[in-house]
């Protein structure tokens, strides 16, 4: 696709986005069952009703559009998450695998936060008003989930992780 106007690489943008929030639908029960701390399961639960929403709001933009949701593959976020996949595989004392998932998960937020600071700029650029509205509904959700992972990361999971003896 030849990209035209800042709308055009709004909606390749947005494609993008649809896809790695249906990605993160499907990674976030493995994180859960893979976690051992049950405040970090439980933040990864509600993170993944959340994302169900955000899911939603996507579309939302679309239909707004005049446009058929549809994803675009996004391969940056999809290696953020075989990086987590991998280390989710690895044989680990529990903290430190859920020191290590807090680690991949924050990573998601990052790219999402990026990503969705950046769409509710151009939107607002456009006009499109209930867009940056949702947008920035869902930035906050993910800068509120980076938040809540580092309180619980440093509310007793590093510390634990921190007391494991290295191997040598």
């Known amino acids: 696709m030849r990209l035209n106007s800042l709308k055009d690489v709004f909606l390749e943008e947005l494609k993008d986005a649809y896809d790695f929030e249906k990605q993160i639908v499907k990674a976030l029960p493995k994180m859960i069952k893979?976690?051992?701390?049950?405040?970090?399961?439980?933040?990864?639960?509600?993170?993944?009703?959340?994302?169900?929403?955000?899911?939603?709001?996507?579309?939302?933009?679309?239909?707004?559009?005049?446009?058929?949701?549809?994803?675009?593959?996004?391969?940056?976020?999809?290696?953020?998450?075989?990086?987590?996949?991998?280390?989710?595989?690895?044989?680990?004392?529990?903290?430190?695998?859920?020191?290590?998932?807090?680690?991949?998960?924050?990573?998601?937020?990052?790219?999402?936060?990026?990503?969705?600071?950046?769409?509710?700029?151009?939107?607002?650029e456009l006009g499109m008003q209930d867009a940056v509205r949702l947008l920035n509904e869902t930035l906050e959700e993910e800068k509120t989930a980076d938040k809540k992972l580092t309180e619980i990361a440093k509310r007793g999971i590093n510390v634990g992780a921190a007391q494991r003896r290295a191997a040598a």
């Not at 991998?86 to 990573?107: F, N, S």
Request: net charge negative; proline share 1%; glycine share 8%.
């Open 34 to 124: 893979k976690s051992s701390s049950s405040q970090l399961q439980s933040a990864f639960e509600e993170h993944l009703e959340q994302t169900k929403n955000q899911v939603v709001r996507l579309e939302k933009i679309f239909d707004s559009m005049g446009q058929t949701a549809k994803a675009s593959k996004c391969e940056g976020l999809r290696g953020i998450i075989d990086e987590g996949d991998d280390l989710m595989g690895e044989d680990a004392e529990p903290t430190v695998r859920d020191a290590g998932i807090i680690a991949a998960a924050q990573k998601v937020e990052h790219y999402e936060i990026a990503t969705y600071g950046t769409l509710a700029t151009w939107a607002q």
